[in-house]
């Protein structure tokens, strides 16, 4: 079935950097924009990003121009986000999620949580 | 940037009533992209209105979305106990593409 699958949680020590895998299957890799989206706790969804599988073009959010890379690998149909000069304000759930055009966001990964901590 | 702003940021209501969530766009969204999400807690959001008006797959029909230009509608015609969540608009039509802050629907 069509599945976006993430890695497992994150620990991380400010300033570092963190790079977030999000492996797909089930559909044609290439046919589909991913976005990265994220929620710090308890609070609302914040779009970092797009990047077009077909040839890796990226668009990022302007508050993470800088931080952000979103890269592809699609010999093994995996998108990753890379977050560097890590702050606690980066302490979040980051979702990995398919734009299918008109009708938006239709799958998603399952989160990743990344704690940024001295 | 398209901000968009829900109302109310809470709504309590019992199982059986009708819900009614809105979300308002400081400009025009453009071609009606505009998607609505339920998140419920521990769990990644999931579609379940876009292009405004638009049932995503396997969403009951108590669930109906209406709007264009800056007004938009989440209705729920008839509560059932698992609609009991938080739901999102987002506009999908321009970079960046923004979600509101949220409406919590909770049980009265």
């Known amino acids: 079935q069509v599945q976006l699958v993430q890695s497992g949680a994150e620990v991380k020590k400010p300033g570092a950097s963190v790079k977030v895998p999000c492996k797909a299957s089930?559909?044609?890799?290439?046919?589909?924009?991913m976005h990265w989206v994220r929620q710090a706790p308890g609070q609302g969804l914040e779009w970092m990003g797009i990047?077009?599988?077909?040839?890796?073009?990226?668009s990022y959010a302007q508050k993470l121009q800088g931080r952000v890379t979103m890269t592809r690998d699609t010999s093994t149909s995996t998108v990753y986000m890379e977050l560097s000069s890590l702050r606690s304000e980066d302490t979040a759930v980051y979702y990995c999620?398919?734009?299918?055009?008109?009708?938006?966001?239709?799958?998603w990964g399952q989160g990743t949580m990344v704690t940024v901590s001295s | 940037e398209i901000v968009l702003t829900q109302s109310p940021g809470t709504l309590s209501l019992s199982p059986g009533e009708r819900a009614t969530l809105s979300c308002r766009a400081s400009?025009?969204?453009?071609?009606?992209?505009l998607a609505w999400y339920q998140q419920k807690p521990g769990q990644a959001p999931r579609v379940f209105i876009y292009?405004?008006?638009n049932r995503a797959t396997g969403i009951p029909d108590r669930f109906s979305g209406s709007g264009s230009g800056t007004d938009f509608t989440l209705t729920i015609s008839r509560l059932e106990p698992e609609d009991f969540a938080v739901y999102y608009c987002?506009?999908?039509?321009?970079?960046?593409?923004?979600f509101g802050q949220g409406t919590k629907l909770e049980i009265k």
């Open positions: 999620a398919r734009e299918a055009g008109e009708r938006a966001f239709d799958i």
């Open positions: 987002q506009q999908y039509g321009s970079s960046p593409y923004t």
């Open positions: 400009q025009s969204v453009s071609s009606s992209y």
């Open positions: 990047i077009n599988p077909t040839d890796s073009s990226t």
């Open positions: 292009g405004a008006s």
């Open positions: 089930g559909y044609t890799f290439t046919s589909y924009y």
